[in-house]
Nanobody, 123 residues
Framework: QVQLVESGGGLVQTGGSLRLSCAASGSISSIGTMGWYRQAPGKRRELVAT???????NYADSVKGRFTISRDNAKNTVYLQMNSLKTEDTAVYYCNAQILYYDGSRYRSGDYWGQGTQVTVSS
């Protein structure tokens, strides 16, 4: 089985910083695009940032210049460095990854999500 485990959320004041991590584990053969999404209360889940296997990145306009996504392919881990945090960044943050893995008899692929980590920015 494949699992994504996030860490690094918490409570921070406006203007502060947090770094989220998400590690994939299991019988992983390869990982494609990895990303971060967030969902605020009463709102739909939205894209924050993605990074491809080659390191190409994409950001939501609302976080450009403040957030940086990166990945360590050797550790099957994706990071989100969040600076200059605003109250509107408050949400549950989820990591996502496209993963190819071996289930003991054959290779399978799928789109996997972490359990979510709460980020709260107070004014």
């Amino acid at each position: 089985q494949v699992q994504l485990v996030e860490s690094g959320g918490g409570l921070v004041q406006t203007g502060g910083s947090l770094r989220l991590s998400c590690a994939a584990s299991g019988s992983i053969s390869s990982i494609g695009t990895m990303g971060w999404y967030r969902q605020a209360p009463g709102k739909r889940r939205e894209l924050v940032a993605t990074v491809t296997t080659s390191g190409s990145t994409n950001y939501a306009d609302s976080v450009k210049g403040r957030f940086t996504i990166s990945r360590d392919n050797a550790k099957n881990t994706v990071y989100l460095q969040m600076n200059s945090l605003k109250t509107e960044d408050t949400a549950v943050y989820y990591c996502n990854a496209q993963i190819l893995y071996y289930d003991g008899s054959r290779y399978r692929s799928g789109d996997y999500w972490g359990q979510g980590t709460q980020v709260t920015v107070s004014s």
